[in-house]
């Protein structure tokens, strides 16, 4: 442990304040203490938290130029991620991911980033102008799970777009695999290009060494990690981590700033400040014992007919160097049935809340909260679906995998030029003004700027009969609807 980690000087100045110091608050929010909280709210969570449901003044410091106990708090979670510098978020990494790729990009800039990336990468194209260079990831062809990019194809894109800003990668996928990102680093900085990790799915990453190493420890310049995910902090809440100089700290603080709110909720703040004192004093044991559980019941699951578990047999030395267990992608294919339906079934028949389903597999993400019982019931969802569907090796369900259709316009060209509304079977051909996907994981199907392919259409069919809802498109009386631009 480093020093200073059993601190928690943003939570303990915010729990004087609200709890303690008897102030009579003449500032806002206007609650006053949760004084004009309805009664129901306060019946279902309590009185206290509304109590440090506050305002920034000097004693607890301001998000936008920490100097005071945000500083300190910020300092301390650099310190455990093995950052120069931390900033806590209040917007997710969502915001992150837009605060990293704004640092460094403007308007025509290009960006090297894999087209399964997550939606807040793609509206940071629209906000900043960058021209994506789109890397094609490695598709696991058995799941239909998408894995990292090979170092070959991202040498190739620094080789035909030596002028690249930067380049943008997910560490880990959300399926809890990780390219060769240290080698995929170095390659990038040996031509001066800041490399920038969508580590959200992996903020538990320096905290267990069986855990793949940290973009922070592999040298990538910024990174952010989605505390709320897996490090144990309230939703929304976020860091930021920065190192180096190939990127100013100075530049990260003045985009940060532009976008976020000027009244950061202390909640998320002092969660994420208690979190990182939980992760730093408790994370080696406790994530052992994780490590322990998740082991058992992935073996536990894989012995169950016809269920496969996705892990390091997977591994390549490159697309898929690393793997997370902590993500337990259970393929249920050879039932016949998609990981969609499936996804629906545990939830209604064992009460079993998973991350998401994918054509062919479901996830259930392990984290700090869980235990033995959470682990048993799971297993029992399993062992429940072997029993209630028919191995059935014939009948598989379609893959839909990453499609790259045609980057016609750039997503910030097409998103401000004028669109209309054309129903989806008469869209092919025509250039989508939208994001198109499934949520989660919200990896779009066609973005502002790319031409919507007779595969697209499918693929969009095949979700919404699978039961999902699909962001981006408008269901009218007469059937469903996509932005396209005007003049295609
Ligand atoms: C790969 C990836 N990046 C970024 C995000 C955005 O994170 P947040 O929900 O913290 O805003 C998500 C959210 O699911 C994600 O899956």
Do not use: W
Request: aromatic share 8%.
């Amino acid at each position: 442990m480093k020093n200073n980690q059993d601190a928690a000087p943003l939570f303990n100045a915010l729990v004087n304040y609200g709890l303690k110091s008897g102030a009579t608050p003449f500032d806002v929010p206007g609650h006053k203490f949760g004084k004009a909280i309805p009664q129901a709210f306060k019946d279902a969570v309590g009185e206290n938290i509304f109590k440090l449901d506050v305002n920034s003044m000097k004693e607890l410091d301001s998000l936008s130029n920490p100097i005071g106990v945000i500083a300190e708090a910020e300092q301390l979670a650099a310190e455990l991620f093995g950052a120069e510098n931390a900033f806590f978020l209040v917007n997710g990494s969502t915001s992150g991911v837009q605060q990293m790729i704004l640092s460094v990009c403007g308007d025509h800039d290009k960006l090297i980033m894999p087209r399964n990336a997550h939606k807040s990468t793609y509206n940071a194209l629209v906000l900043s102008g960058a021209h994506p260079v789109y890397l094609e990831p490695h598709n696991d062809d058995e799941s239909g799970v998408s894995m990292g990019v090979t170092l070959q194809s991202v040498k190739q894109a620094l080789d035909m777009h030596p002028d690249a800003k930067a380049l943008f990668l997910l560490h880990p996928t959300y399926f809890g695999y990780t390219q060769s990102l240290k080698a995929i680093i170095d390659l990038a900085h040996r031509r001066n290009v800041p490399v920038l990790v969508d580590q959200s799915h992996g903020s538990h990453f320096s905290l267990h060494e069986a855990f793949p190493p940290s973009a922070m420890a592999l040298g990538a310049d910024m990174a952010t990690i989605s505390m709320h995910k897996t490090g144990g902090s309230l939703t929304q809440s976020s860091i930021l981590l920065h190192q180096g100089t190939r990127i100013k700290k100075s530049y990260v603080r003045s985009t940060i700033n532009v976008f976020q709110t000027s009244s950061a909720s202390y909640l998320l703040l002092a969660s994420l400040d208690i979190a990182r004192r939980q992760l730093a004093l408790e994370g080696q044991e406790r994530f052992t014992t994780l490590l322990d559980q998740v082991n058992a019941v992935r073996s536990r699951i894989a012995a169950l007919p016809g269920l496969e578990v996705l892990g390091t047999e997977r591994l390549n030395g490159d697309s898929a160097f690393r793997f997370d267990p902590t993500k337990i992608t259970v393929d249920v294919s050879a039932y016949g049935v998609s990981g969609f339906k499936a996804y629906d079934y545990f939830k209604a028949n064992h009460n079993v809340q998973l991350e998401l389903g994918e054509s062919h597999v479901v996830l259930a993400v392990a984290a700090i909260g869980d235990d033995e019982e959470a682990f048993e019931r799971l297993y029992q969802a399993c062992k429940g679906f072997t029993n209630d569907f028919t191995l059935n090796h014939k009948t598989t369900p379609r893959k839909i995998g990453v499609h790259m259709p045609e980057m016609v316009y750039t997503p910030r060209n097409a998103f401000f030029l004028p669109s209309a509304l054309v129903k989806l079977e008469q869209s092919e051909g025509l250039i989508s003004a939208d994001s198109i996907m499934v949520y989660p994981p919200g990896v779009p199907l066609v973005v502002p700027g790319e031409r919507v392919t007779a595969r697209t259409i499918q693929d969009y069919r095949f979700l919404e009969q699978e039961g999902n809802v699909l962001i981006g498109a408008h269901q009218r009386d007469d059937g469903i609807y996509i932005n396209v631009l005007a003049s295609a």
